[in-house]
């Protein structure tokens, strides 16, 4: 095949040479030279985004294996393998985002031999190493359809419903536990951001965006790769991600009215104002536009409201992560531009990649000419596994 340099290669390209030439100096020269984090302000953007995002933007795997496996929603079958192979690139870059921000990233795996039980840290720690270790059998019995192994995707049928449930235990709690990592800070993180229910909104915000990017991917892919939308699955997405939203911002005015918040929040501050980007961006916007049936019968409508919940969870992840400290530090933190650019490449890493399994692997069940067969053994939904060849 001939190698044909497009407006997005030429793009891609850049973000790449950048990327590598900053990782350079962070590792060689220190998080000093490439950042503007400090000890005052020691997690920064590739804590903020690379990891508090990358975590929650992967969120459409346990998801869809949860709508699927345990509650039947058989619609949703077409749209599992490429939820699992998002979710698995994201935490595969979670880890990549998390040896940058790491002073010491050789020693990663002493967590696993110094354990310190009583650590937040170490839950979503270990819980990330497992569930990765899960989603790559999920995702491995795309590689064998594509070399028509029969046998290993058989072994893999019968731990199936283990990796089911272990799947969705360990991903509903380190999307939790991220959030636990906030509350031994009451007095560093602002009041708009900081709540004892930050644990379950962490988890419930995770699964509004599991639902957005399910259908962002699944819009993206078709375009790209000129595959015909299933409007009955993105119609389906569409109203469980308004009845998600809903929940949330419901939860989240019940909290404010409940600390006392609802009149500081209208008052003109540095924080309010990012505050109501955030909940204009998470709530107002997608919420009214799904409100409309209309909308959300539109593969191009419910694409545009997925775009902005998925902006607005990010903006929440950001505030808390960055905008909540900067009172308490005293000074507005703004990444280097080396942060900005490691960022971008782990972020054209995960599009690369995505691209080139559709382009390679089953992904699609259209592109296997079958539907996919739910393994015998499994008892509840229909599965993402099927024995290569039949």
Request: proline share 5%; with cysteine; glycine share 8%.
């Amino acid at each position: 095949m001939k190698f044909k340099l497009t407006l997005w290669r030429v793009i891609f390209i850049v973000i790449m040479v950048l990327g590598l030439y900053s990782s350079f100096i962070r590792y060689f020269r220190g998080l000093g030279a490439v950042s503007n984090m400090t000890d005052q302000f020691p997690w920064g953007l590739w804590i903020g985004f690379d990891c508090l995002c990358g975590v929650m933007l992967a969120a459409g795997g346990f998801c869809m294996v949860g709508a699927v496996y345990l509650f039947n929603v058989e619609r949703l079958h077409p749209v599992v393998r490429p939820a699992v192979l998002t979710a698995f690139l994201g935490y595969v870059l979670f880890i990549v985002g998390l040896l940058f921000d790491l002073g010491r990233p050789w020693f990663i795996w002493h967590q696993m031999i110094y354990r310190n039980l009583h650590s937040v840290m170490f839950e979503v720690g270990m819980c990330v190493m497992f569930y990765t270790t899960v989603l790559f059998f999920e995702f491995l019995p795309n590689v064998f359809e594509r070399l028509n192994w029969k046998t290993p995707i058989k072994y893999i049928n019968k731990i199936y419903p283990v990796l089911i449930v272990g799947g969705i235990l360990l991903s509903t709690l380190h999307q939790s536990s991220l959030g636990s990592l906030y509350l031994i800070m009451p007095s560093k993180l602002h009041p708009f951001w900081y709540t004892p229910a930050l644990p379950f909104f962490f988890f419930a915000s995770a699964v509004a965006v599991g639902l957005a990017m399910t259908i962002f991917e699944s819009t993206q892919s078709a375009k790209a790769f000129g595959r015909q939308l299933e409007l009955p699955v993105l119609v389906t997405l569409g109203g469980a991600l308004l009845i998600a939203l809903w929940v949330n911002l419901l939860l989240h005015l019940e909290d404010f009215f409940h600390r006392g918040l609802i009149g500081q929040i209208f008052k003109p501050s540095y924080e309010s104002y990012f505050l109501w980007l955030e909940l204009t961006l998470t709530y107002l916007i997608p919420i009214t536009m799904l409100s409309f049936k209309k909308v959300r019968l539109s593969p191009q409508w419910l694409y545009l409201a997925s775009i902005f919940t998925v902006l607005g969870f990010i903006t929440n992840r950001l505030n808390i992560a960055l905008i909540g400290f900067e009172t308490y530090v005293g000074h507005h933190y703004m990444p280097k531009w080396t942060e900005f650019s490691i960022t971008l490449m782990i972020v054209a890493m995960g599009f690369a990649l995505f691209g080139l399994a559709v382009r390679y692997l089953p992904i699609f069940e259209t592109e296997t000419g079958h539907k996919l067969e739910r393994p015998e053994h499994i008892s509840v939904g229909t599965g993402v596994l099927s024995h290569a060849g039949d």
